[in-house]
T-cell receptor
Framework: GENVEQHPSTLSVQEGDSAVIKCTYSDSASNYFPWYKQELGKRPQLIIDIRSNVGEKKDQRIAVTLNKTAKHFSLHITETQPEDSAVYFCAASDSWGKLQFGAGTQVVVTP | DAGVIQSPRHEVTEMGQEVTLRCKPISGHNSLFWYRQTMMRGLELLIYFNNNVPIDDSGMPEDRFSAKMPNASFSTLKIQPSEPRDSAVYFC??????????FGPGTRLTVT
């Protein structure tokens, strides 16, 4: 089955700096890669996603890149703000929509 | 749209009691997923349905856990009998044809 690895497990950045989270996946059949943000005590919230026929997608301060050959994808957050502090999960999906999640990255943005 | 709806939001019960968690997916979504989240094990997929049919229940930890989806707008996850190690946050999520999976607010279960 699919295996998703996520790094780093924790990331501390200064407000205004950029944050990058990287994930690798094992199943070449995976074709959909969402990213979730989870604040303490809240539900995982879908923030951006990318499909396998696209190499990059951007939405305001967040962007995702996908390298299908290398089977890795990344989340980039620019101009970080304190409200970006949360746990971020990457995931890879099969054709049924079943998601395999990474272990999560705790992002702390310090003012 | 109200999003995915779960009830109850909090449940405290004694060991051995039956627990039933409920979920209403987003209208029009054809896939429904039940997850469990703990600090130790992270986010685990328990079971998922497509068009009300269970597709994969390999994540269900034991026979004490069962799930049903009698129609497109309702699903239940039942634990009988409950044990302290079942304490976790249980999320329901649904997916439409566009592929985005959206989570409900979760049910925080505490078994004493």
């Amino acid at each position: 089955g699919e295996n998703v690895e996520q790094h780093p497990s924790t990331l501390s950045v200064q407000e205004g700096d950029s944050a990058v989270i990287k994930c690798t996946y094992s199943d070449s059949a995976s074709n959909y890669f969402p990213w979730y943000k989870q604040e303490l005590g809240k539900r995982p919230q879908l923030i951006i996603d990318i499909r396998s026929n696209v190499g990059e997608k951007k939405d305001q301060r967040i962007a995702v890149t996908l390298n299908k050959t290398a089977k890795h994808f990344s989340l980039h957050i620019t101009e970080t703000q304190p409200e970006d502090s949360a746990v971020y999960f990457c995931a890879a999906s099969d054709s049924w929509g079943k998601l395999q999640f990474g272990a999560g990255t705790q992002v702390v943005v310090t003012p | 749209d109200a999003g995915v709806i779960q009830s109850p939001r909090h449940e405290v019960t004694e060991m051995g009691q039956e627990v039933t968690l409920r979920c209403k997916p987003i209208s029009g979504h054809n896939s429904l997923f039940w997850y469990r989240q703990t600090m130790m094990r992270g986010l685990e997929l328990l079971i998922y349905f497509n068009n009300n049919v269970p597709i994969d229940d390999s994540g269900m930890p034991e026979d004490r856990f069962s799930a049903k989806m009698p129609n497109a707008s309702f699903s239940t996850l039942k634990i009988q009998p409950s044990e302290p190690r079942d304490s976790a946050v249980y999320f329901c999520a649904s997916t439409g044809v566009e592929g985005g999976q959206y989570f409900g607010p979760g049910t925080r279960l505490t078994v004493t």
